[in-house]
C-alpha cells in the first residue's frame, strides 16, 4: 500500500524553527517528485515546494523563499521540510504528497499524508 | 502567478441530487486541471486529474470537464460520503495554485 506518514509538527514560537519529516513506504520513493501543500485553520490548500527525483531541482511559493528548505534523503525514504523563521501566518497543517506525472507534462499530487499540525504560538 | 477561483463557495444538496462545481482560471492552462476531496481529519483524496480523468478507485459518479479557463466538477447522484470539501488545483506552471474551496453540506 502506498503511504505517507508526517510527522514533526507541534507547537513553536514566533521566530523559531521545525523540521517536518515525511515517511514514504509502497512505491519507489527515489523515482518521484514531491511536494509540501499546507492548509491554515480554516483556510485553503497552498503548494509550499517540490522537489525532484534526486534532490537537484527545487521549488518554491514565492512567500516562503529563504525560510523554508525542503529536502529529501533516498536511502531512507524520507522527505524533510526545515521551517525557519516561523511567523503565526505558517500555522496549518502540512501536507507531504507525491507527486505523479505523465508523458505529456500533466501532473497531479497523490497520495497525500494525513497531515502533521504546525502551531506558531507564544 | 495563475489565480484559481471556485463557485459557489458552498453548496447544500440532497442525497440523489447531481451536483456541479465550477473552477475558472486566470489564465488558459489547457487541460492541468486537477480536483481533490478534503474531509476533515483525512488526508486529500485525488478525485479527477487532466480535467476529466477520473483516479482509479473513485466512483464513477464523478466526473470532470473544462478546457482552457473554465471546469467543472460533477457528481451525478449524491451520496452521504460526497459531503465534503472540494478543491480545483491548476498543475500547468509553479507556483501550483488551488481554487478556495467549495463546502459541499447535506441539506
Known amino acids: 500500500e502506498v503511504q505517507l506518514v508526517e510527522s514533526g509538527g507541534g507547537l513553536v514560537q514566533p521566530g523559531g524553527s521545525l523540521r517536518l519529516s515525511c515517511a514514504a513506504s509502497?512505491?519507489?520513493?527515489?523515482?518521484?517528485?514531491m511536494s509540501w501543500v499546507r492548509q491554515a485553520p480554516g483556510k485553503g490548500l497552498e503548494w509550499v515546494a517540490n522537489?525532484?527525483?534526486?534532490?537537484?531541482?527545487?521549488y518554491y511559493v514565492d512567500s516562503l523563499k529563504g525560510r523554508f528548505t525542503i529536502s529529501r534523503d533516498n536511502a531512507k525514504n524520507s522527505l524533510y521540510l526545515q521551517m525557519n523563521s516561523l511567523r503565526a501566518e505558517d500555522t496549518a497543517v502540512y501536507y507531504c504528497?507525491?507527486?505523479?506525472?505523465?508523458?505529456?507534462?500533466?501532473?497531479?499530487?497523490?497520495?497525500w499524508g494525513q497531515g502533521t499540525l504546525v502551531t506558531v504560538s507564544s | 502567478d495563475i489565480q484559481m477561483t471556485q463557485s459557489p463557495s458552498s453548496l447544500s444538496a440532497s442525497v440523489g441530487d447531481r451536483v456541479t462545481i465550477t473552477c475558472r482560471a486566470s489564465q488558459t492552462i489547457g487541460n492541468f486541471l486537477n480536483w481533490y476531496q478534503l474531509k476533515q481529519g483525512q488526508a486529500p483524496n485525488l478525485l479527477i486529474y487532466a480535467a476529466y480523468t477520473v483516479q482509479n478507485a473513485v466512483p464513477s459518479r464523478f466526473s470532470g470537464s473544462g478546457s482552457g479557463t473554465d471546469f467543472t466538477l460533477t457528481i451525478s447522484s449524491l451520496q452521504p460520503e460526497d459531503f465534503a470539501t472540494y478543491y480545483c488545483q491548476q498543475s500547468h506552471s509553479i507556483p501550483y495554485t488551488f481554487g478556495p474551496g467549495t463546502k459541499l453540506e447535506i441539506k
Open positions: 504528497a507525491r507527486r505523479m506525472a505523465a508523458a505529456d507534462r500533466y501532473n497531479w499530487f497523490d497520495p
Open positions: 522537489i525532484k527525483q534526486d534532490g537537484s531541482e527545487k
Open positions: 509502497g512505491f519507489t520513493f527515489s523515482s518521484y517528485w
